[in-house]
């Protein structure tokens, strides 16, 4: 971060977010230009570490499957990428997935409801698998919030001690509030409104893709589900990778796949039905059910 700015990063990103919306994607970005803000860079040393991703099925019948794990995986129809989303911009393609099965699953049917799109009783989830040691950049958890990630907070934790003792350096402070206005944009409840994700998607791109950022190429974020509810946010974390690392013979592979029947009683969400695939083409990446 360049010593010689002397901002308010508070009534900064308010600035910014008074701009008609159409400004306020390239006014972020151009700002993270300008200022260059140090992120924290760790690498994920998880050797077989899982990720999952689900998607609902697009109509009820007990009979549809997905055929091929492109239909679950990132978009590669990028020219029909014409939203914002929390981690991506028009014609962007993120890897989006979470370390445990049951977030992806609520953050699917949560932005179902926001969307009002059909609801179907019936998800596949997708399985990738870490092949190879991965460069990360974590979004801090909000120190503030009632609900916490203890892993996410521990790595929060250990990089505010960073902070504290960076010699030589004036602007402690105002780098861990600018973390903090970060954190809580990645945290942004759904929305059908793609606006509210300017910012987030600004700071991904920033992060994924800028070349003066960081000296090591960053492969993916981490950061908590926005799902308020404490035992959610502790059983696991968000991941959106760059889609350069997925595949096979690459960094995560796919390994396998799972339709599932889920009904919600009272208590919570219910799984009744579950088949696993039988195999995966690694060819062409056709799933035998």
């Not at 129809?77 to 014609?91: L, T, V």
């Not at 445990?100 to 179902?112: A, D, G, K, R, W």
């Not at 092949?131 to 919030?145: A, F, G, V």
């Not at 609900?147 to 250990?158: A, E, G, P, Y």
Request: with cysteine; proline share 3%.
């Amino acid at each position: 971060m360049e010593e010689f700015l002397n901002y308010d990063y508070r009534k900064i990103f308010q600035t910014i977010r008074g701009l008609k919306p159409i400004l306020q994607y390239a006014a972020c970005a151009k700002f993270f230009d300008l200022i260059r803000p140090y992120f924290c860079c760790c690498n994920l040393n998880a050797e077989n570490k899982l990720f999952f991703r689900v998607r609902s099925h697009p109509h009820p019948s007990k009979d549809f499957y997905f055929y091929n794990n492109s239909d679950l995986s990132f978009r590669t129809d990028f020219f029909n990428i014409n939203s914002y989303g929390r981690c991506n911009g028009p014609f962007e393609s993120i890897f989006y997935c979470s370390d445990h099965p049951m977030i992806s699953f609520l953050e699917v049917t949560n932005l179902s409801k926001k969307e009002n799109r059909s609801k179907s009783n019936y998800y596949t989830t997708g399985i990738w698998q870490a092949k190879q040691s991965l460069s990360l950049t974590p979004i801090l958890e909000n120190q503030r919030r009632s609900f916490r990630n203890d892993q996410l907070t521990k790595i929060t934790n250990n990089y505010l001690k960073t902070i504290d003792n960076l010699p030589n350096y004036s602007k402690k402070e105002e780098l861990k509030e600018f973390h903090r206005i970060i954190g809580r944009e990645f945290t942004k409840d759904f929305s059908s409104d793609q606006n509210v994700y300017l910012l987030s998607a600004a700071i991904s791109n920033y992060l994924l893709n800028s070349s003066n950022n960081q000296r090591i190429k960053i492969e993916g974020l981490l950061y908590p589900t926005c799902i308020k509810h404490g035992a959610v946010r502790e059983i696991g974390l968000n991941y959106a990778f760059d889609p350069c690392v997925i595949g096979y013979n690459k960094k995560i592979e796919f390994v396998g796949a799972y339709r599932s029947k889920m009904e919600k009683r009272k208590e919570g969400y219910y799984q009744t039905e579950l088949q696993y695939c039988k195999k995966m083409n690694r060819n062409t990446g056709e799933i035998l059910w």
